[in-house]
């Protein structure tokens, strides 16, 4: 099994789950069948393990349904695009309201370490918005 911290998926959903959605993100379309046989070729799994993760990420609305064949097929409920910007909102909108210094620290920190452009983006962007809060000419300070 790949270790749970080489798939950013697994941060979020369960490292099967993860696994799964590579798979299934890979293809407009798939059979349970198809997902178990890339899996079982990483490692031991069985085919009901995949059928019912199938099910719940089905649930949680990653994954759609297509009944209208025998078997059933899934298609991705999501793009891998759509299901990262998703994700990445919800946890930073959680982490910014339940921490916000150490959150915006930590973000101040990483960009710092990594991305002198865009952290020259978030400054023009921190300066734009103080040059709107700011009061103009003859306006009653705040």
């Not at 009944?67 to 298609?75: C, D, G, K, V, Y």
């Not at 930073?92 to 920190?109: G, K, M």
Request: hydrophobic fraction near 35%; proline fraction near 8%; charge should be negative.
């Amino acid at each position: 099994m790949t270790p749970r911290k080489n798939q950013p998926l697994a941060a979020v959903l369960g490292p099967l789950e993860a696994e799964v959605m590579d798979v299934v993100w890979d293809r407009p379309e798939v059979r349970v069948r198809d997902v178990y046989e890339v899996l079982s070729e990483r490692r031991p799994i069985a085919y009901t393990t995949v059928m019912t993760t199938m099910g719940r990420l089905a649930e949680k609305g990653l994954l759609r349904r297509i009944e209208s064949h025998p078997a059933h097929r899934f298609r991705p409920g999501v793009s891998r695009d759509e299901y990262a910007r998703s994700t990445v909102h919800s946890v930073l909108d959680w982490l910014v309201s339940h921490f916000p210094d150490p959150a915006v620290a930590y973000f101040v920190d990483r960009l710092e370490g990594d991305d002198e452009r865009l952290l020259e983006s978030l400054r023009t962007a921190i300066a734009r918005r103080e040059s709107l809060a700011e009061p103009g000419p003859g306006e009653p300070g705040k």
